[in-house]
């Protein structure tokens, strides 16, 4: 081959070599996106189930007075 085409044949593979670079580039950080996003996502979803056994035990409790106040009612006559 002479200089000239060698010359040639490099500067077409510049770009799809530069190209094929940046594409691995952004995929990394669209992974690390993701990723990121799932640490979020896994969080809320530990915050959201701590709430809900929360709810739980006040609705327990609520119950539980409720009925005690219904039996101190009755026992007084009031209820």
Do not use: W
């Amino acid at each position: 081959m002479e200089p000239n085409t060698l010359t040639t044949l490099l500067a077409f593979l510049a770009a799809p070599l530069a190209a094929g670079a940046a594409y691995g580039a952004s995929m990394s950080g669209v992974k690390s996106g993701l990723n990121g996003a799932r640490e979020s996502i896994q969080s809320i979803e530990r915050i959201c189930n701590r709430l809900d056994e929360k709810v739980d035990d006040h609705g327990q409790r609520i119950t539980k007075t409720e009925v005690e106040i219904i039996n101190l009612k009755e026992r007084s006559g009031n209820g």
